[in-house]
Structures are given as C-alpha cells and as structure tokens.
C-alpha cells in the first residue's frame, strides 16, 4: 500500500500519538524508531496532500498516550527490584484487551504487512530506559529478573527466575530419601500418622542440601535434579551422585561457590556431603535426567542354606552380560508403568564375607534394579541369583558407590 495513502487512512481513525503510527510500518527498516517513523510519516502525509501540518494532539485513541509514562514506568520497575540481586532483567508488558483489539482492527482493515505490536515497543523502552537506571542489561533468553507491566492497574511485579548450581552428593546416612514425600494419609496437610508436618520422612537429601542452600541465597525453595536415585535404605558413598539443584526466587545470585558447599556441609554435616563444580543453566536439568551412566553397587547378600564359595563365584558369572528381563518390581509398581525392561549387569564381583552374608559389587546399566537382580522378585526378574541357585537370596545393605556421566564435565 502505498505510504501516503496508509498514513491517510489511519489518521482518520482518530488522534494516534507517534509511537502507534510508527508502528503501524514498525518492521520495515528505515532506520528510525517508531516515533520517528510517525512523525516523518505525520510530515509527508501533510505535505502531499497540501494540508498545514499538525503534531498530535489530545489522547491517542489505541495507546491512551502510554508511551510519555515510559519514565514512570522504569522508575517503578526499579522501585520494584529493590533489594534484588541481579545482573541481567527482562521487560514484559500485559497490554488491556481494548489497546490489542484496537490495532489488531487496524491492521486487519488495512491488511498491514509488518505492524508491531504495542507490547513489543513498550518492552523495548522502558527496557531501555531501565538499563540506563540500574547500569543493567537485558537479556531476552535467561535473564535474572522479568518485570511485568500492567498498563491497566499501573502496578509492576516481579519474578525472580531460578539460580542452578551441579555438583555431586553423597549420602552418609540410611533412611533418607532424595527427595521430598508428601504424607500419603493427608497428601501434605499434615495429620497424626506424620506428626503433623505433612511429610513421609522428616528429611530429605534435596531438604539437607536446600535448606541452608535457601538460607544463603534468601531463596524460597529449593529442587533437587538427580541423574536416578537410590532407595531410601541404601547410602550413596564413593564419587558420589550428580546433580543439579535449583534454587527458586533468589534474592541473592553472587554467593561464592565454595562458601555455599562449606554452608551446606556444615549444616548436613554426617548426613549429606556435597561437591558443588559450577552455577549451571536450566538445560542442564535436562541433561542430567537423561544420562544414561553405569552405576556400581556394593551390596550384602543373604543366602539361605550354606553354599561354596565356587557355586557362588559360578551363578554370578552365569549373570554377568548376559539379558535381564526387568517386569517392574512389585514394590515401586504402584508408581511405575507395569512393563518389562531390557537390562544388564557388565560386571559382578565377590568380595569376600561377613558374619551376615556375602559382599558383592555389581556394575550395570542405568535402570537395573539390583535388589531384584538377586531376589527375582517373584519370577520378575529373570534370570536372578535365586533362580540360579534354586535357593532365596536377598539384598540386606545396599551402597551405590559410583555412578558415571556419559557427558562432559
């Protein structure tokens, strides 16, 4: 369409301001910001149709003038971060349904190419004026802070997006489970059966490693990523498990790496152990959950009625590589797909013996339930210790002591 007649076309619409006619062409690159482009286009249409050129006046009748409060606005957003730690911020703007439906009419009677819309010009302004503020910069993928305007209540709110940091945890203690359980009775509400904390364990490894975590950071939660988990009577010693730990709504992001392990050891101190590597990213929440690493186990096995140690050293060799068919055990069933799974160990070794059985490591893929492994779990796993043995064995101390990264560190 061409320029002059467009501008024609929109003016009779009523007052504009010009911001929302700069807009009205705002992706076309001609170099000039929208207000620019609207007073240019408010010259030619003017001058071409032989007319006395007029500024805008009165209140535009898309935006309601909301583009001479840019300055307020950015002075609410930086009231609004007050006491915040960031470096980078994000603007976001809820546009009232009258303002989107007025120029979406516009564009739509006019078959507009390339309008922008009101929302995308006041994210940019006020987010540079912002900048200008605070000395901080935006960042449109990960920023540290999303400050959302309200242009119909004026009101700014704030979300302070998640810090995460990797690292390595290990678990001293029995009976913990990694992360938080709701009490099944209340569901959380609390109820006698939890003591009325609405949890199933008291603590858990995410809670040993969140609370101080929370604590320093002045964050209001925490959330424990592990690559697999160990049961709640097994530790997890040796290298120790990777994770990712996020930490919600932090008002602080610069503590230093080292202080916050010494913080989380000291307060988990014979319980939980960490080794933290890094401040991470999101992404690699993903990352952790879908590696699929070899986990090593070191378990005490019982075996009922006495064998030699050669029966014992032959079934696990008959184990060692060959397919494990996994039917989801009965005791995690009632959380899991009922199915049957394709597994190997890559490695059995004895040990030696203690007065309650026999110790045994075990190597095997990510997913190889090792209780299972020896029990057969009823005929579910198979082959197992038991079946060939012909004779019940069972797990009685489980230690996972390595689990492996197929990724980089």
Known sequence: MDLIKMTGEILAYGEICDHC???MVGKRSFGLSNDQRGYALRVSHALAINEPF???QGTCWICQDAFNKVGEWAEKVEDAVEGIEFTTFLIGT????????????VWSDLSLPSPEPLKSEM???VGKAVALLTGKEADLTSPDVLAL?????????IQVNPVFFYGRYRKLERGIPQTHWDCRICRGAGCERCNFTGKMYQDSVEELIGRPAMELLSARGAVLHGAGREDIDARMIGSGRPFVMEMVGPLRRKVDL???EQTINRSAAGRVEVSLERWTRRGEVETIKSDKGYKKYRILVEIQDPLSLHEL???LEALKGVTIYQRTPQRVAHRRADKIRERHATEITYL???????VIEVTGEAGLYIKELISGDNGRTRPSLTEILGRPARVSRLDVVQVESTREE
């Open 352 to 358: 030696g013996n203690e007065q309650e059985g026999y």
């Open 258 to 260: 080292q202080v916050l």
């Open 313 to 315: 050293q032959s079934a």
């Open 94 to 105: 809820r546009v009232p349904p009258l303002m989107a439906e007025s120029e979406e009419m």
């Open 149 to 157: 305007l309200d242009l119909s209540s004026g009101e700014v709110g």
């Open 21 to 23: 006619l700069g807009r």
């Open 54 to 56: 007029r500024l805008h």
């Open 123 to 125: 994210n940019r302004e």
